[in-house]
Nanobody
Framework: QVQLVESGGGLVQAGGSLRLSCAASGSIANINAMGWYRQCPGKQRELVATITSGGRTNLADSVKGRFTIARDNAKNTVYLQMNSLKPEDTAVYYC???????????????WGQGTQVTVSS
């Protein structure tokens, strides 16, 4: 079994900051890319940021300059530092990881349960 457990969501005023964490656990052999996606009610899930095992990052244009993604490979954990938050950042944030399980051959996509981020104006 592989699990992704997120933490760090909550309610914050516009201009504030939050830090999300996501830890992967279970029968893990390797983790390739890790990332964060978000979904607003009635909208499709969208990419926020990704990071490769080597540390290469990709951020959505809407969050560049405000959000930072980082990971600790030793802890199988990915972080999303969100600064200068705006009301339009309000969404459920989901952690994603490409994981090869022990004794497995292929990488599969795994998702966390989601954590709510609400930014008040």
């Amino acid at each position: 079994q592989v699990q992704l457990v997120e933490s760090g969501g909550g309610l914050v005023q516009a201009g504030g900051s939050l830090r999300l964490s996501c830890a992967a656990s279970g029968s893990i052999a390797n983790i390739n890319a890790m990332g964060w996606y978000r979904q607003c009610p009635g909208k499709q899930r969208e990419l926020v940021a990704t990071i490769t095992s080597g540390g290469r990052t990709n951020l959505a244009d809407s969050v560049k300059g405000r959000f930072t993604i980082a990971r600790d490979n030793a802890k199988n954990t990915v972080y999303l530092q969100m600064n200068s938050l705006k009301p339009e950042d309000t969404a459920v944030y989901y952690c994603n990881a490409e994981i090869r399980r022990l004794f497995g051959v292929l990488f599969d996509d795994y998702w966390g349960q989601g954590t709510q981020v609400t930014v008040s104006s």
